[in-house]
């Protein structure tokens, strides 16, 4: 234990000393944040609500009580606040206009939805969406009506009428509470100060590939081999000091967003150290375990290559709705740790559920534990031949 600590103490120091790599951690962000924040400052601002022109489309195939009620959702005030909505009679029409782009998004009221929903059946609409960012708010106001649809299910399941749910329990359930625009909106300067910062931690597999090189591949190394170290205990100290380097960069990234930026990062700034002190463990320990199946070269390269993709599918560059709703790249975007983390800490600053914070703390943590076992078999293998003996 001792030695571990002396190691992770001596790393520290050694980062400290790196001038050209901690200057690069910390500004990279920075500037980056500047740019795209400053670049982008009208895309996320939330000084008028009118400046976010989204246009909807409804097409009603149904004609029930409850398509008429979903109608009159979208035309209450709050909503036309933020978003105008315009009926069509066909698919066809609607699509003209989308194809135009004098629309961000079609929502198709199918036949049999009224119905189905009165006797608490599934049931399913359309959404034809042109990938801009304004789609996913239409589809965020429409998932708000949806949520109120459960309830005139649930009064259908404990055997209250249908008919009657629908005229003494719809109106108040649906009309009576429209979204509301007031709270926290994102602005592009706090979006990617967020983003950025995650990004930066995604480099910090830097720090693995040098654990594996100084241990394996220079004078240092071979010095190390010779000595009584168990090897487990090096690699140990080693992570540890790089995460704790790792951690002191976020710690100052977070000061300067916060207080010289007056970026938000909500009231639970705990949450966000943590989280981002999680990922910096499983990078490292990925760089770690891919320097170790490979070449540092090999997985320097493979690694430059993936940070990019990480981050764009997780809307670090830009937020795309397509991403979120095609289910290929939702499925991917739900096992990347960068994107889990960032979901979660926009979830704790500006709300939401879309994500259940113990399902995705739980990825997390079997992907750490994944990648270190990765990393201990592949010591073992080096060290003491294969697992098999």
């Not at 980062?15 to 795209?36: F, G, H, K």
């Not at 109608?71 to 105008?84: L, N, S, V, Y």
């Not at 949520?147 to 749910?165: F, M, T, W, Y």
């Not at 690694?303 to 830009?318: D, E, K, R, W």
Request: hydrophobic share 50%.
């Amino acid at each position: 234990m001792r030695t571990m600590v002396n190691i992770c103490f001596s790393t520290i120091k050694q980062n400290l000393r790196d001038r050209r790599s901690l200057t690069l951690m910390l500004l990279l962000p920075i500037v980056l944040t500047l740019i795209l924040g400053t670049a982008l400052s009208k895309v996320g601002t939330n000084t008028t609500t009118t400046s976010l022109n989204i246009r909807g489309g409804i097409v009603n195939q149904d004609q029930g009580p409850l398509a008429a009620s979903m109608i009159d959702f979208f035309q209450e005030k709050q909503i036309r606040a933020i978003m105008q909505t315009r009926i069509y009679k066909t698919v066809a029409d609607a699509n003209k206009d989308l194809k135009k782009q004098n629309l961000d998004a079609i929502i198709v009221i199918t036949k049999g939805f009224s119905a189905a929903a009165e006797s608490g059946q599934s049931h399913h609409l359309d959404f034809i969406t042109s990938g801009d960012m304004e789609s996913s708010a239409v589809r965020s106001i429409t998932d708000s009506f949806l949520k109120r649809v459960n309830a005139v299910q649930a009064l259908a399941a404990i055997g209250v009428s249908p008919q009657k749910s629908v005229q003494t329990h719809l109106d108040p359930l649906l009309s009576d509470h429209a979204l509301s625009v007031k709270g926290k909106v994102p602005e592009a300067s706090g979006y990617y100060a967020v983003t950025m910062l995650i990004m930066i931690i995604l480099f910090a597999y830097n720090y693995g590939l040098n654990v594996v090189r100084e241990s394996l591949h220079s004078p240092i190394g071979y010095r190390i081999q010779s000595l009584p170290v168990h090897p487990m205990s090096y690699f140990t100290g080693k992570a540890l000091g790089h995460i704790a380097t790792v951690f002191l960069q976020i710690i100052l990234l977070i000061s300067f967003f916060k207080f010289i930026y007056k970026a938000d990062f909500g009231d639970h700034l705990w949450l966000v150290l943590g989280l981002c002190f999680l990922l910096a463990f499983i990078v490292i320990l990925a760089g770690t375990a891919l320097a170790l199946l490979f070449t540092e070269k090999t997985a320097d390269a493979l690694m430059m290559f993936l940070v990019p993709i990480a981050t764009f599918l997780s809307g670090g560059y830009v937020k795309l709705s397509f991403l979120e709703t095609n289910p290929v790249t939702s499925a991917i975007r739900g096992f990347m740790p960068n994107s889990l983390v960032q979901t979660l800490i926009f979830q704790d600053i500006y709300g939401g559920s879309g994500l259940s914070p113990a399902s995705a703390v739980l990825k997390l943590l079997i992907i750490l534990a994944a990648v270190l076992l990765l990393v201990a078999a592949e010591l073992r293998r080096r060290n003491y031949g294969s697992l098999s003996k």
